[in-house]
């Protein structure tokens, strides 16, 4: 032996570790490092049962890690983190770093664990006088660590999960809101038109009126002097042709004044400023508005019985609004749950139908909610979304001028707040207005 | 009493002449139309001092609108009477007009029994 230079010395040194090393992750046969394993073997393992004093001890050792091992794909990788060469060669401290991967269907485990082992060559052989292995995690008698960093794992996949299903909701309001904002971009630019178009076909259509309304005066004052001159076939037939005259000069005046109508709605779109925010009593202007939709709608052509249900929160604060437009929007809602509920008691299977309104109002956080709920013939799914369309209009002939929800949305717009609709085709149609309490601009 | 009526649409002048075709006939009133903001400054520069009492005026119109009319009559004639007609009755054009002199404010539709009243209470 005493030819073996240092450094040859040093290279059987780090074998013998190395050997040893891979003995004890069970990287390879038992066989390979056995005579390494002195009888009086000493050394700690990385929890703290793990105190080994002989080589039985260390073998039972080995043999828990293979039977954790096999239930584990396992892979190492080997980092050198210390190395000392002592007594002329004869002795060696290494220190290696191993990170151990380990795979199986309940786990995915990675983690580092640190073994330090003193090589000596004694009575011409090799053998481990002592080792420690270390990891950076308290442990009891989990060689591998698995249970904690399992533990570990699972907690961090359930925060992934949250945070995935956290995501996944903000995407989707996100998606909502642009929907939303696509809408209201259309409507605004619809609006913006349909004013431009009001102030041109106002003058017009003024004219129209006018005209009309001045040749049935003609009409009136003609049939005054034809009273003048003596009664003959002549003066019949021109009192007939005259009454001709004036019920047609009365239907371009009556239709005249329709459009009139629609125009002055559409210039209510794009009249803008006029109006004041001022701290409301909402369920004030609710019950009031409420009850002059209900009893405009009984003075009607065609009133309905219905039960009216007020449940209004009597905590609400004062609501930051302009009372002018805001009771237009309550009076359009109340007017087109009316007129819907209407439609359903003329359906003949509806005998036994009650038309019901319901309207509610509820302090929540820093906003109002409020609810006009009817529980008439609700909306189709194909008309969903053109409801609050300039136009869009499910009224027949002269009954709608289809402007009632666009310029309600607009006004909601203003005041800073949502309307969205909840429907079931057949059961109900709830318009759920969201408004902040306070305005800020 | 001579009233001057300015408005760029031709058929207003038809309009106010039927409107108003008892009392001219009665020859109560007399009406003149300007179908522009010059020509309606041209007429009342016309005769001196100017006929006609009260000025009744459009103010969208191409060329000169009917406020700036309005200052022109105001600082030329301030006995003439003037009062805005307009479909744009908002806060804005009303607060330029009163301040700029205007009598009344009358929004399109025209109600013409106010118009009648008002002409009335000027002749009176």
Partial sequence: MSEITFAEKTILLRDANDRFIRLCINETNRSEGDDLIPADIMGYGTTIDELITNRKEFIQLLDRQAE????????????????????????????????LDLKSDDYHVNFGIRISVIVSLIDGAYKVVHWHGSAPVMSENDTFHVKDIQGK????????KERT????????????AQEQLIVQEKLASLGQLAAGIAHEIKNPMNFVNNFSELSIEYVEEIRIELMKIPASDQTVEISGLLNELESNLKKIHQHGTRADNIVKSMLMHSRGGTGVMEPTNLNGLMSEYVNLAFHGMRAGKSAINSKITLDLDPHLPPVSLNTEDFSRVVLNLCKNAFDAMREKTLKPEMESYLPDLRVSTKHSGDQVVLTIADNGPGVPDSIRQKLFEPFFTTKKGTEGTGLGLSITHDIIKSHGGTIQIETVPGEYTHFIITLPIKQTK | MKILIVDDEKDVEMLFRQKFRKEIKNKEIEMVFAFSGDEALALLEEADPPEVMYVFSDINMPGMTGLELLEKVKARFPMI?????????DSDNYNRAISSGAKEFFTK??????????????KG
């Fill in chain 2, 109 to 122: 539709p025209i109600d013409f029994e106010s118009l009648k009243k008002e002409i009335s209470e000027i």
């Fill in chain 1, 153 to 160: 794992t699972e907690k961090l996949e359930q925060q992934v």
């Fill in chain 1, 68 to 99: 954790e091992m096999s239930k584990s794909i396992v892979s190492f990788e080997h980092i050198p983190v210390f190395e000392r060469i002592l007594n002329d060669g004869d002795t060696g401290i290494f220190v290696r770093e191993i990170l």
């Fill in chain 1, 165 to 176: 299903a956290e995501l996944h909701a903000s995407l989707e309001k996100l998606r909502s």
């Fill in chain 2, 81 to 89: 009477n003037v009062s805005m007609i307009s479909a744009y009755g």
